[in-house]
């Protein structure tokens, strides 16, 4: 009866050995078919983060590219410019040169000038610059001439005369006195009326000069006033007159006059 049980018992647990045995198979089958999904799960997922990672390297390598570019364009650009202003440089440079010789020239010019024995006032002080009295047509055997100066034949009226007049400046009192005359009524008379003056210790002296008078005989004229200065006053102490002949000077009376 032991020896029975004992049996029974081994054939049970073979029976469920084998049994398990049996099972194995369909559970070793299952763990499989889990691993595979897993793997394939994480293919699935592991591909578009690889995907991703390339384009975004490929992304970064244009950019870099680009920057690139623009730091070449930027380079070139700079250096055009520092060439710019390094020939502008040189061309300052050569126009401070140029200036600087120019003035040392012109300072050395002033230190060897000599003040020439000429008193500027008085050289061409009494000359007509349009003194040109070429004979008319038919007539050259003419010779045209100015004389010398003399007194001129006037009266001056007190409002202008030396110890009488109130004028404070020469010039306008000559100016005045050519308005008084009518000298500025009729400016279809002449070509060119010119005043100078000039001032001296003892005075001055104002020029009328007169060219292109419509005369066939007068060419042009002109008065020299001498003026004094009395109290603060300016005046007209004497008055001189030249002639501008076309045709020549005569005589007549002991004064000249054009013929």
């Known amino acids: 009866m032991k020896k029975y049980m004992i049996l029974t018992s081994a054939l049970v647990l073979t029976a469920c050995g084998g049994e398990n ?9 299952n763990n499989n078919h889990e691993e595979q999904q897993e793997e394939a799960n994480v293919e699935t997922t592991e591909g578009p983060e690889e995907e991703e990672t390339v384009d975004t390297d490929n992304e970064q390598t244009e950019d870099g590219d680009e920057l690139t570019s623009m730091q070449e364009e930027h380079d070139e650009e700079t250096a055009a410019l520092e060439a710019e202003v390094e020939e502008l440089e040189e061309e300052l440079a050569e126009a401070e040169e140029q200036l600087e010789a120019s003035e040392e020239e012109e300072t050395e010019a002033v230190l060897e000038h000599e003040e020439p024995d000429v008193d500027f006032q008085a050289e061409g002080f009494y000359e007509q610059l349009w003194m040109v009295m070429d004979p008319p047509e038919g007539m050259d055997d003419w010779e045209p001439g100015s004389t010398a100066w003399m007194d001129a034949d006037m009266e001056i009226d007190d409002a202008f005369a030396s110890g009488t007049s109130a004028y404070t400046s020469p010039e306008r009192l000559v100016f005045d006195w050519m308005s008084e005359a009518g000298w500025f009524d009729g400016t279809d008379a002449f070509d060119e009326t010119a005043v100078r003056s000039r001032h001296e210790d003892a005075g001055a002296e104002v020029l009328v000069l007169q060219w292109g008078l ?20 300016w005046g007209i102490a004497g008055v001189e007159q030249r002639l501008h ?15």
């Open 245 to 259: 002949c076309r045709r020549g000077i005569t005589e007549e009376e002991g004064r000249e006059l054009c013929q």
């Open 214 to 233: 419509r005369d066939d005989a007068l060419a042009g004229e002109d008065f020299r006033f001498h003026m004094e200065e009395v109290d603060g006053a």
């Open 21 to 29: 045995e049996a099972e194995n198979p369909a559970a070793q089958s």
